[in-house]
T-cell receptor, first 111, second 115 residues
Framework: RKEVEQDPGPFNVPEGATVAFNCTYS??????FFWYRQDCRKEPKLLMS???SGNEDGRFTAQLNRASQYISLLIRDSKLSDSATYLC????????????FGPGTRLSVLP | GAGVSQSPSNKVTEKGKDVELRCDPI?????LYWYRQSLGQGLEFLIY????????KSGLPSDRFSAERTGGSVSTLTIQRTQQEDSAVYLC?????????????FGPGTRLTVT
């Protein structure tokens, strides 16, 4: 089983739709969690950290379920500019190579 | 403030030549990471630095790859005797330190093409 798994998509949704991505991780000792977005031929950029209580940033809501070891990202009222690949990232804590990137889910928002 | 910078942005080299890629992390960030990403693929971890030392080199794909970091700042990734399969985007990231909860910030990458 891979350490971090995501549905590769692509998710093709119309503008204004709500879309949700899930991510599962295998290491129960994982300590922090992030969502990054990566535009085509660009570097990944931090979208938001994911906190245990869940957190929201504008149209974006992230949630964490430690018991089931999954993280979700909800995008409401999607815009054309949301089209990108969304990477789930898990940090195992401690010093060392502790960031594990998921393979990403591709989103295309259509006019 | 200034983000992570990398140079060159693009590098085309002939098979068998050596290349050196440079990364300037965000000022004050003690942790530095190198990844590579082939077209349409996910990120592949290469090496992690905490300060000048590299506690984790597990991702380096072969002994042709090496990296160093000096002064706790700039890092160079060297690929000797390049092969066509080395063609990829090489991404550098830095974080405040290597502990939990410190997100990584990426540079724009170096696109390496080996002909």
């Amino acid at each position: 089983r891979k350490e971090v798994e995501q549905d590769p998509g692509p998710f093709n949704v119309p503008e204004g739709a709500t879309v949700a991505f899930n991510c599962t991780y295998s290491n129960s000792a994982s300590q922090s969690f992030f969502w990054y977005r990566q535009d085509c031929r660009k570097e990944p950029k931090l979208l938001m950290s994911v906190y245990s209580s869940g957190n929201e940033d504008g149209r974006f809501t992230a949630q964490l379920n430690r018991a089931s070891q999954y993280i979700s990202l909800l995008i409401r009222d999607s815009k054309l500019s949301d089209s990108a690949t969304y990477l789930c990232v898990v940090n195992l804590g401690n010093y060392g190579q502790n960031f594990v990137f998921g393979p990403g889910t591709r989103l295309s928002v259509l006019p | 403030g200034a983000g992570v910078s990398q140079s060159p942005s693009n590098k085309v080299t002939e098979k068998g030549k050596d290349v050196e890629l440079r990364c300037d992390p965000i000022s004050g960030h003690t942790a530095l990471y190198w990844y590579r990403q082939s077209l349409g693929q996910g990120l592949e971890f290469l090496i992690y630095f905490q300060g000048n030392s590299a506690p984790d080199k597990s991702g380096l794909p072969s002994d042709r790859f090496s990296a160093e970091r000096t002064g706790g700042s700039v890092s160079t990734l060297t690929i000797q005797r390049t092969q066509q399969e080395d063609s990829a985007v090489y991404l550098c990231a830095s974080s405040l330190d290597g502990t939990t909860g410190n997100e990584q910030y990426f540079g724009p990458g170096t696109r390496l093409t080996v002909t």
